[in-house]
């Protein structure tokens, strides 16, 4: 266990903007913190990433840091939040390739393909227009800029669960209009 003591002096120096008692941090935690990661990560370049992100984003936000607390399951919070954005990505891009490669096995012309991906991106657009303001700002944010559902929420002052909440009725609209617009 570490030295409680030590830490909240650490993390209290920090909160201030002390360069120093971050390093000490980033040197006390960061190895742990890559084992972790590195358990559910596929490579050792993600858990790096994941490590180095993670830091970067108590040094940005440390002003939110609760000394009183451990500073173990904070950062592991963070890490795991990372980790499943990660996958969701891999998922997402994995899903895209594998449509890619059917619709350019399916077709021979390009020009037909490019139609083809004009007008869903055009059926695509014409129901994220068609969603509430604030529904339509979190999609966009997640989908087109790619932000996670923390990031969004603190960008607009909501709750992450709201967020959530958004992206998924969005989704589930978008699929229906989506079905609509197929028959």
Request: aromatic content about 10%.
């Amino acid at each position: 266990m570490r030295n409680f003591d030590a830490d909240l002096k650490l993390l209290k120096a920090i909160r201030k903007g002390d360069e120093k008692a971050f390093e000490k941090i980033f040197e006390r935690y960061s190895t742990q913190l890559f084992n972790v990661v590195q358990k559910f990560t596929t490579s050792r370049t993600d858990a790096e990433d994941v490590v180095q992100e993670v830091f970067s984003k108590v040094w940005k936000h440390r002003i939110r840091i609760n000394p009183e607390l451990p500073f173990t399951p904070y950062i592991i919070k963070i890490a795991k939040n990372m980790v499943i954005n990660i996958a969701k990505k891999r998922i997402y891009e994995t899903t895209y390739l594998s449509y890619k490669y059917h619709v350019h096995s399916k077709f021979n012309y390009i020009t037909e393909n490019q139609v083809l991906f004009r007008e869903l991106q055009s059926i695509l657009e014409e129901k994220i227009s068609m969603l509430p303001d604030k529904r339509q700002e979190v999609y966009r944010l997640s989908r087109q800029e790619g932000l996670t559902a923390n990031e969004i929420a603190e960008k607009l002052g909501i709750s992450v669960r709201t967020v959530e909440n958004h992206i998924n009725q969005a989704l589930k609209e978008i699929r229906h209009h989506l079905a609509q617009k197929s028959k």
